[in-house]
Structures are given as C-alpha cells and as structure tokens.
C-alpha cells in the first residue's frame, strides 16, 4: 500500500510558487484499479510522480508498506522505481529507433539481466498485452493503441506491484481506450495494482477506488461521485 499523509508539493520557479499539492491524504491500496480525477493542472500527475518516487515532497509524509519514502537513500529511490513501481504516460515515450521488444527489454538491460533471461521477460510482457506478434515492429510502424500496450508491456517488464498510469488512453480513440483499460483491468485479477489519471468518467465509474483532487486537494467522495456517495 502507499499512503499519502498531508502531502504538499510547491514547485517554485524563480519567483513563482506553485502549490501543486496542498495537503493531500490518501491511501493506494493493493490489488485495486485507483483512478485519479481531476481538472487541468489539479495536481494528478505531481501525485503520480510522489507515489512513483520520481519526486519528492516539500512536507507531509508518503509510505510504502509502512516505510517512510522519504527515508530511503538516492539508491534506494531508483531501486523503488526500477522494481516496485512501472509507468505508462499518455504520450507512450517508446524509444522510436528501438523495436517494441527492445524497448520493452530496456528497462532490464539497464539491471544488467543476462540476454536470454532478459528476452524471455520481454515476450512474457509482450504476450500479456496480447501483442507477441508486433515485438519486431518500431514504434512508428505500430498504431496508438499498439504503442501504448508496448509502453504496458514495458512497465510490466520487471513485475512491480504497482502500475502507475498517467491518462493512458488520453491520445486514443474511445474503442482502443476502452481495450487499454481491459488490460489494466486484467493486470488488478492477476494482483497487480494500477493507478490510472483520467478525465474520463467512465474509466473512473469502473474503478475500485476513486480520488478526486482540486486544486490541490482531495475532494470528498461523497461531494467527488456527486451520486449521494454510491460506491
Ligand atoms: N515541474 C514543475 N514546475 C513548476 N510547476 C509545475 C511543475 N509540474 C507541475 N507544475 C504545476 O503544478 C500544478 C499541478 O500540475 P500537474 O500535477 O501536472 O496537474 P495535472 O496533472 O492535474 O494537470 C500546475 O499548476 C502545474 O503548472
Ligand atoms: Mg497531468
């Protein structure tokens, strides 16, 4: 589980603070599909980036497993992001001169894995997000949805617990979005934990949890479902 206790995040530009996050608790539980909700510029991907370690916070206190992130050295963070957590953007950030079975390997090779183990963990991800046949394809020769299910297969690689996934369907169309969410939907029955930033209410209407945040903070469900709090 990964816990947010009043986290704040202030980016500061010259001059300029921006409060990003303004004393957010919330809990990401194991095992569930999250989706996080929100306007432009609420805060979703700065969360995203605090529970994934990409990032730290300016006060409040993130665990994992009861273990205060901000406790862990600079090895330990990298080791946090290369094994526990895996992320999928909304732009799918494929290396373009790369095949998709050697970005989805990239992450391995980068652990120094032997070469046979490491292209039988690649097929193995390949295979989840239904696409073995695409491996030897560059990215520029697959479609969206493809790619992204590339960038999935990429974030599976090393088997984190959690999947952090910010609006992956966002460049898709409703059909290849709708396939995307399957698989991530497939990876929470097979005990993963997906966290997925969304603006679309109805990828948030089919998650376990629901966080809503505005401007910087957490909206109350009952207030954030605006249903009288049906879960
Ligand atoms: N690296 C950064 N430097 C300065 N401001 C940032 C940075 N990242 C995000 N922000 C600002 O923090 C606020 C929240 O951004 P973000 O978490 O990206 O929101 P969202 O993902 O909900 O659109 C915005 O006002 C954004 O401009
Ligand atoms: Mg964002």
């Known amino acids: 589980m990964i816990a947010f206790r009043e986290v704040h995040k202030t980016y500061k530009m010259g001059e300029t603070r921006v409060e990003a996050l303004r004393g957010v608790s919330a809990t990401i539980a194991p095992r569930r599909m999250v989706a996080i909700m929100g306007p432009s510029g609420s805060g979703k991907s700065t969360m995203l980036h605090l529970a994934g370690c990409l990032d730290t916070p300016t006060a409040g206190q993130i665990t994992y497993n009861d273990r205060d992130l901000g406790s862990l050295s600079s090895r330990e963070r990298a080791g946090f992001r290369a094994v526990t957590v895996g992320f999928v953007f909304q732009k799918f950030n494929l290396v373009p001169n790369l095949t998709a079975l050697r970005n989805v390997e990239l992450p391995l090779l980068l652990r120094g894995e032997s070469a046979s183990l490491v292209r039988k963990k690649a097929l193995d991800a390949l295979a989840q997000v239904e696409l073995t046949d695409r491996g030897h394809h560059r990215p520029t020769k697959l479609s969206g949805g493809e790619q992204q299910r590339v960038a999935i297969a990429r974030s599976l690689v090393n088997d984190p617990e959690f999947i952090l996934a910010d609006e992956p369907t966002g460049n898709l169309d409703t059909d290849t979005g709708q396939r995307i969410m399957g698989i991530l939907h497939q990876l929470v029955e097979a005990g993963k934990s997906v ?25 109350p469900e009952m207030a954030a479902r605006g249903n009288g709090g049906r879960t």
């Open 195 to 219: 966290v997925v930033v969304t603006h679309n209410p109805e990828i948030a209407e089919d998650a376990d949890e629901l966080i809503v945040l505005r401007d910087g903070q957490v909206v």
